[in-house]
């Protein structure tokens, strides 16, 4: 028999609606207890949980999921994909993004960002659409402030058949009965309403998101009461520089990002170092693991790629994980008169870092 998740309910905390279970696996007929002892609240694994949010280790690379209002601050169309595969072949986690977003008048942005996530191998399933619109004000030629909104629709479905309870296994035979424990709701959704500030210089930038503000209903129950709890993030970068970024001269950029969501804390301390074609970046996430990232800046074009190495002994293979991005940027054609166009210039960091 393939290996499956088996699910026993031993333990009964509410989250969701449902109960928590201790998660085991089957191999050839046999229970390996103790294999993996997983609670569905995921409280340990950041980017495995629907009551947390999807964590990505490229930053910059995914501009307007960190902070709104970066939506439009490229100067140009920028169209990216995300793609990130974290833990092994019984627990795996495989989140896809795409986004897209571009200038709105001389001051203005706008953006659209589509993400999927797959939990538990296909257990768990989500989807978002998001809108984000961004302003700016120039407060000097060379620094500006803004602040951006992002506006969508979430949606989580549970695959109940994947799932294996205690009263359908028989300690000689394995599996063999249908289970008698039932779910009001394998499906669930809402609005989902964040913001977001940025200020930014040529050398400088920090920014603050406010994410879930409305706080939408998370649980699969009918009569639960779990919400998404609100996520707090503060970044922070600046660029140590010498005769105004001369062409084939190195950057030295020096990071910072704290992420707060209900009772789980991130600090990511980082630094990227490069020149105007490629760029690497060295991350700790305090207590959790360290990330390592490449990125390629090839005209229109930029790739990355990163990995997340664990530095505890909780689950190693679970928290490791693979991250590669593209994107392309692009602007109208030069034949087509645009009126109001954006004034402002693309700061450094929307360039270089990933």
């Excluded at 490229?58 to 793609?83: C, D, K, W």
């Excluded at 140590?240 to 707060?260: A, G, V, Y």
Aim: aromatic share 14%; with cysteine; net charge positive.
């Amino acid at each position: 028999m393939a290996e499956s998740l088996i699910f026993s309910n031993q333990f009964y905390p509410d989250f969701n609606g449902i109960k928590v279970f201790n998660i085991y696996a089957a191999n050839n007929s046999t229970l390996m207890k103790n294999i993996v002892v997983f609670v569905i609240a995921f409280a340990s694994l950041g980017n495995t949980s629907v009551a947390q949010d999807v964590r990505f280790s490229q930053f910059y690379a995914n501009p307007i999921y960190l902070n709104p209002s970066l939506a439009g601050m490229a100067s140009e169309i920028r169209t990216i994909l995300v793609h990130r595969q974290q833990g092994n072949s019984i627990n795996g986690f495989t989140t896809s993004a795409f986004s897209i977003d571009g200038t709105l008048g001389t001051s203005s942005g706008y953006g659209l960002q589509i993400t999927k996530d797959v939990q538990l191998n296909n257990v768990i399933n989500s989807i978002r659409i998001a809108s984000v619109v961004g302003h700016r004000i120039h407060i000097s030629k060379t620094a500006e402030i803004g602040m951006g909104l992002r506006v969508g629709y979430f949606q989580h479905v549970l695959d109940f058949g994947k799932l294996i309870f205690e009263d359908q296994l028989d300690q000689r035979y394995g599996v063999t009965n249908s289970t008698y424990e039932q779910l009001e709701m394998t499906s669930t959704s809402g609005v989902d309403v964040s913001l977001g500030m940025i200020y930014a210089t040529k050398d400088f930038y920090a920014g603050a998101t406010v994410s879930h503000l409305n706080k939408p209903a998370n649980n699969f129950g009918a009569t639960g009461t779990s919400k998404l709890p609100i996520r707090y993030t503060i970044h922070a970068g600046g660029f140590l520089r010498t005769n105004n970024f001369r062409k084939n001269e190195f950057k030295l950029s020096p990071n910072i990002i704290f992420e707060q969501q209900g009772r789980f804390n991130y600090l990511h301390l980082g630094v990227y170092f490069g020149s105007e074609v490629w760029t690497f970046g060295a991350w700790y996430r305090v207590n959790d693991s360290v990330v390592s990232s490449l990125g390629l800046n090839l005209n229109k074009f930029r790739f990355g790629y990163s990995y997340d190495l664990p530095v505890t002994e909780a689950a190693p293979t679970l928290n490791s994980a693979h991250e590669l991005t593209a994107a392309y940027s692009f602007k109208l054609s030069k034949k087509r008169k645009i009126k109001n166009r954006y004034k402002g210039k693309c700061l450094p960091f929307q360039k270089y870092l990933f």
